[in-house]
């Protein structure tokens, strides 16, 4: 028998304003997967926020420096 691994894409659980301006992006995922967090205000042009990897648990978090933008979309992905 070979068990093969499934993989589970990233899902945000939770996406927070914190009260220095930052927000606080928590998800699950694969444990040990890469995860790629990108931003936008269009929907047409993303730009990477930054990188992580979800932990044994597959919980991952990362926390991200809007600037002063009122509003800002998330997307995360797994490259494998």
Request: aromatic share 8%.
């Amino acid at each position: 028998v070979t068990l093969t691994p499934v993989r589970v894409p990233p899902l945000f659980t939770s996406i927070q304003r914190v009260a220095n301006g930052n927000v606080l992006l928590q998800g699950t995922a694969t444990p040990g997967a890469p995860i790629t967090i990108e931003a936008t205000q269009d929907f047409q042009s993303w730009q990477t926020v930054g990188v992580t990897v979800a932990d044994l648990a597959g919980q991952f978090s990362l926390t991200d420096n809007p600037g002063g933008l009122a509003k800002r979309f998330y997307r995360a992905f797994s490259p494998q």
